[in-house]
T-cell receptor
């Protein structure tokens, strides 16, 4: 049981290049999220998904796209990377809530991205 | 919108000292509250949580009580260890549908031997 895994762990891009970050979970969770972590700002939600085939925007979606073709995978794409996207990216997943919103989010180890 | 405010760090303590990290929140409805911990080079791990007013979450000697009247969820530990050195994040859940977490900015704790 690996939990939440992220690929790659580190990446350096040049401005204008594209890349895809992969998140995979083996807990059969319905909900998946992408956050970015910047110094002094905590984590901010980029995009999220409430189930296979669905995606929605979070607080800071500009410059990113996502896809959830399979329940266990959630991909984050940067079509044309910018230096402002230098950050640490975390994926998380959680179960479908029951009658009370008590679900815990499980986080991956993060991807450190630098855009030059 | 929802927001979480944490005390700024870093907090530097000697081993066996008492720890308090303050957290207050603003939210509509009745959020669940969480403390997550991030050790160097790692992702976030759930430390404890509380789902309704007056609930106390506890784990590994840490505890926090959901205070609706003061909209607070302060983290405390009676005797810190060097191994507690990490960044601590207070967060609340969005009860409206997306279940995403709203995080505070994090507080770095450094415990010296």
């Amino acid at each position: 049981n690996a939990g939440v895994t992220q690929t790659p762990k580190f990446r350096v891009l040049k401005t204008g290049q594209s890349m895809t970050l992969l998140c995979a979970q083996d807990m059969n969770h319905e909900y998946m999220y992408w956050y970015r972590q910047d110094p002094g700002m905590g984590l901010r939600l980029i995009h999220y998904s409430v189930g296979e085939g669905t995606t929605a925007k979070g607080e800071v979606p500009d410059g990113y796209n996502v896809s959830r073709l399979k329940k266990q995978n959630f991909l984050l794409g940067l079509e044309s990377a910018a230096p402002s996207q230098t950050s640490v990216y975390f994926c998380a997943s959680s179960t479908h809530p029951g009658t009370r919103f008590t679900d815990t989010q499980y986080f991956g180890p993060g991807t450190r991205l630098t855009v030059l | 919108g929802d927001s979480v405010t944490q005390m700024e760090g870093p907090v530097t303590l000697s081993e066996e000292a008492f720890l308090t990290i303050n957290c207050t929140y603003t939210a509509t409805g009745y959020p669940s509250l969480f403390w997550y911990v991030q050790y160097p080079g790692e992702g976030l791990q759930l430390l404890l949580k509380a789902t309704k007013a007056d609930d106390k979450g506890s784990n590994k000697g840490f505890e926090a009580t959901y205070r609706k009247e003061t909209t607070s969820f302060h983290l405390e530990k009676g005797s810190v260890q060097v191994s507690d050195s990490a960044v601590y994040f207070c967060a609340l859940s969005d009860p409206a549908g997306r279940r995403a977490l709203t995080f505070g900015s994090g507080t770095r704790l450094q415990v010296q031997p």
